[in-house]
């Protein structure tokens, strides 16, 4: 009976120590920049535009309005002579003309054979289009690849035996590369009419609403150029603003430390909805440092080498490396992620997180700064 009773006590305390660990998403916003590709200074990110319509466009688009709507986040506009001038010139819209078209559709049996055959019918039209944005402001040259730095070996070496060229003083122009670039908006679109069962009312009902149609296209191909060009020089030179939803994994509520944990995501989701895009995060790094401190705990109260334990530490390293990341730390992320991967429980999560902290570091490289939480110019 002894006997007995000792085995269950044994089972009981193995049991509590190898409990079923439950791990559930859980949800937070945030709100960050996606960083420039340009490092322009503070006190310099001011831009300026004009729009120029050609005379198609301008019974149908306001140029004011069209002005208004160029922007570059985080900078500041200002009328004439800013840091990056931007320049959208929509210059013509012309009709090439309509066409019918039809389609054909066939239902056919086991073998091959057409059983049944409906034709559809309806209208094309076409539009040809012209216009550019130049962009003049800072742009870093890009390097060379090594097939580009091949091809300009070898033209210096086809120079060097010219007899006429080997000794001449040409300067290479490399101005264009650094003052900006252009965007071209030359081409065609097509108008496409719904389908009938007759032949003859597409064409009746294209002729009939020819001026709406061609306004509805005209003012298309404005504001896709519009949105190309904010696009282009948003990415650029822009401190875009972006919301996401992150997660973290946290044990259900069923233990004490299940009661903690739901406190601390509560805790995360009120403390990240402060968090906006360009407003520095100084005072919420300060706010989560007890919550980082209880996750951090966590790796040392849950250090059995057994399946609940490691998947205990391993929501302790993703929500750590996740928290870092999100706080502009991404070197801390990149640790945190490492005793992830070693941890041995799902090592992809580490190797993803590793990415994108390897990616910020980049951006912040190229932006010149170590923040997706910069104030836009006043």
Request: aromatic share 10%.
């Amino acid at each position: 009976m002894k006997r007995i009773i000792v085995f269950i006590l044994l089972m009981s305390v193995f049991s509590s120590k190898a409990q079923k660990v439950d791990l559930d998403r859980f949800y937070f916003n945030v709100n960050y920049q996606i960083l420039p590709k340009e490092a322009v200074p503070y006190e310099k990110r001011t831009y300026s535009s004009t729009v120029k319509l050609g005379g198609a466009l301008q019974t149908y688009v306001n140029p004011t309005n069209l002005n208004d709507q160029i922007y570059i986040a985080g900078w500041k506009k200002v009328e004439t002579g800013g840091t990056v001038q931007i320049e959208l010139n929509l210059e013509d819209f012309v009709e090439k003309g309509a066409s019918p078209q039809v389609r054909v559709e066939e239902n056919k049996d086991r073998d091959g054979k057409v059983t049944s055959r409906k034709e559809y019918y309806f209208v094309t039209s076409k539009y040809a289009t012209r216009g550019y944005m130049k962009i003049k402001g800072p742009l870093t040259p890009v390097a060379l690849n090594d097939k580009q730095v091949e091809q300009e070996k070898a033209k210096e070496v086809a120079a060097a035996s010219n007899r006429f060229l080997k000794n001449a003083v040409v300067k290479k122009d490399t101005s264009a590369a650094k003052e900006g670039y252009n965007l071209n908006f030359n081409g065609e679109v097509e108008y496409k009419s719904k389908e009938y069962n007759d032949s003859a009312t597409p064409m009746k009902d294209f002729y009939i609403n020819k001026g709406a149609i061609r306004d509805q296209m005209l003012r298309g191909f404005a504001d896709k150029s519009l949105g190309s060009a904010n696009y282009s020089v948003n990415s650029t030179y822009g401190f875009r603003p972006k919301s996401d939803n992150e997660i973290l994994w946290i044990l259900d509520a069923k233990s004490d430390e299940g009661k903690t944990q739901i406190e601390a995501i509560q805790a995360v989701k009120a403390l990240f909805a402060t968090m906006k895009a360009d407003e520095p995060i100084e005072d919420l790094k300060s706010n989560m440092q007890p919550l980082i401190e209880y996750f951090d705990s966590l790796k040392t109260k849950y250090t059995e080498d057994n399946k609940p334990s490691r998947k205990m530490r391993y929501s302790a390293y993703f929500n750590l490396a996740v928290i870092y990341l999100m706080l502009d730390q991404p070197e801390k992320a990149i640790a945190e992620s490492e005793k992830l991967i070693a941890n041995d429980y799902d090592k992809s999560d580490g190797k993803a997180i590793i990415e994108k902290a390897n990616n910020l570091i980049a951006s912040f490289k190229v932006a010149k700064t170590n923040s997706t939480h910069n104030p836009a110019l006043k």
